[in-house]
T-cell receptor, first 113, second 113 residues
Framework: RKEVEQDPGPFNVPEGATVAFNCTYS??????FFWYRQDCRKEPKLLMS???SGNEDGRFTAQLNRASQYISLLIRDSKLSDSATYLC??????????????FGQGTTLQVKP | DADVTQTPRNRITKTGKRIMLECSQT?????MYWYRQDPGLGLRLIYY???????NKGEISDGYSVSRQAQAKFSLSLESAIPNQTALYFC????????????FGPGTRLTVL
């Protein structure tokens, strides 16, 4: 089983749609969670951290379900510019703070006019 | 100017050649990382360094070596390149005590013929 699993997609949605991605992780002791965005042939960039209480940044909402070991990302009112690959990322277990992140393979989103 | 730079950006080489990929950062971060990205596999950690005197193997270090010449510089070497090392290579940095957020360079696309 992969440590971080995502549906690779692609998810094809029209502009204005709401789309949600899920990601599961295998290590129940993991403490930090993130969504990164990667445009085609470019470097990954942090989109948002995921907190236990859930967090929202504009049209983006991230949630964490520790009991089921999954993370979600919801994008409302999709824009053409949201087209990218979204990487689910999990930090090290416990309080080790080793800086070693585990990356999912990514979910590709294509927003169509 | 970019905070994390990588050279070269693209490289085509032949099997058996020695290749060095270089990474420089102006963020003042102590931690630096080398990843490779392959289609369908996500980012995988090759080596990481928490300071100039600290080098650690990652998930897939075989066939690679690194050198941390200074806080700001971290280079990756392929001593004898082979075709399955064809990939997109990213350098990243993070700050000690941060929430594990990593900042990536633009990547080096390496092709080994």
């Amino acid at each position: 089983r992969k440590e971080v699993e995502q549906d690779p997609g692609p998810f094809n949605v029209p502009e204005g749609a709401t789309v949600a991605f899920n990601c599961t992780y295998s290590n129940s002791a993991s403490q930090s969670f993130f969504w990164y965005r990667q445009d085609c042939r470019k470097e990954p960039k942090l989109l948002m951290s995921v907190y236990s209480s859930g967090n929202e940044d504009g049209r983006f909402t991230a949630q964490l379900n520790r009991a089921s070991q999954y993370i979600s990302l919801l994008i409302r009112d999709s824009k053409l510019s949201d087209s990218a690959t979204y990487l689910c990322v999990v930090g090290p277990p416990g309080s080790s703070n080793t800086g070693k992140l585990i990356f999912g393979q990514g979910t590709t989103l294509q927003v169509k006019p | 100017d970019a905070d994390v730079t990588q050279t070269p950006r693209n490289r085509i080489t032949k099997t058996g050649k020695r290749i060095m990929l270089e990474c420089s950062q102006t963020k003042g971060h102590d931690r630096m990382y080398w990843y490779r990205q392959d289609p369908g596999l996500g980012l995988r950690l090759i080596y990481y360094s928490f300071d100039v005197k600290d080098i650690n193997k990652g998930e897939i270090s075989d066939g690679y070596s690194v050198s941390r010449q200074a806080q700001a510089k971290f280079s990756l070497s392929l001593e004898s390149a082979i075709p399955n090392q064809t990939a997109l290579y990213f350098c990243a940095t993070s700050d000690w005590g941060s929430t594990d957020t990593q900042y990536f360079g633009p990547g080096t696309r390496l092709t080994v013929l």
